[in-house]
């Protein structure tokens, strides 16, 4: 995702940068065309249950990095801070 973290990092703030991104091969929507973000919310960022691709944004390599199970343990644990 090299693309999106220049533009990111070139156009916003660390605050209003996602810390996840996932990437769905189509959007999940309710009869009128919504977001169902309670669903979303529900998954989380899990990798073990989420089964789109994942990643997190590592402010120290500048960029975002897929999200792997032991990374996630990682975030979980404290060991990685946003």
Excluded at 17 to 40: H, M, N, P, Q
Excluded at 47 to 63: A, H, N, Q, W
Aim: net charge positive; glycine share 10%.
């Amino acid at each position: 995702m090299p693309r999106h973290s220049s533009a990111t990092r070139r156009n916003t703030c660390l605050l209003t940068r996602a810390a996840f991104v996932r990437i769905a091969g189509e959007a999940i929507l309710t009869g009128t065309f919504k977001l169902k973000k309670a669903e979303l919310l529900k998954e989380g960022f899990d990798p073990g249950s989420v089964k789109d691709p994942l990643f997190y944004r590592d402010e120290g390599k500048g960029s975002y990095l897929p999200l792997t199970g032991p990374v996630y343990k990682d975030i979980q644990g404290g060991k990685i801070r946003f």
